[in-house]
């Protein structure tokens, strides 16, 4: 059974950083492409950040470029959201997920697996 676990969200103020993890666990991590995803109240799920399953290729939306770091320890089966200079308007549910395709695509549908989502709260 596939289990991807997000953890590190919070309340914090404008400007302030948080790092968010997600501790995958019953398959074989280095197959998979992981990103990150947001979904704020009343708006469609969107790209943070992918990559590649050994880590050579990253994306990053626009929205984050520059303040947002993806990455990932093949060893520990976990991916990072090193999370920097936060805006109100970073406000969402933050969800990490795996695609086996391996390069890292952005868009939501082609994913295979899905954590719950961490909140994470940016107050102005």
């Known amino acids: 059974q596939v289990q991807l676990v997000e953890s590190g969200g919070g309340l914090v103020q404008a400007g302030d950083s948080l790092r968010l993890s997600c501790a995958a666990s019953?398959?074989?991590?280095?197959?998979?492409?992981m990103a990150w995803f947001r979904q704020a109240p009343r708006k469609e799920r969107e790209i943070v950040a992918t990559?590649?399953?050994?880590?050579?290729?990253?994306y990053y939306a626009d929205s984050v470029k520059g303040r947002f770091t993806i990455s990932r320890d093949n060893t520990k089966n976990t991916v990072y959201l090193q999370m920097n200079r936060l805006k109100p308007e970073d406000t969402a549910v933050y969800f990490c997920a795996a695609d086996h395709y391996g390069v890292g695509r952005v868009s939501a549908v082609l994913y295979d697996h899905w954590g719950q989502g961490t909140q994470v709260t940016v107050s102005s």
């Open positions: 019953g398959l074989t991590f280095t197959n998979y492409a």
């Open positions: 990559i590649s399953r050994g880590g050579s290729n990253i």
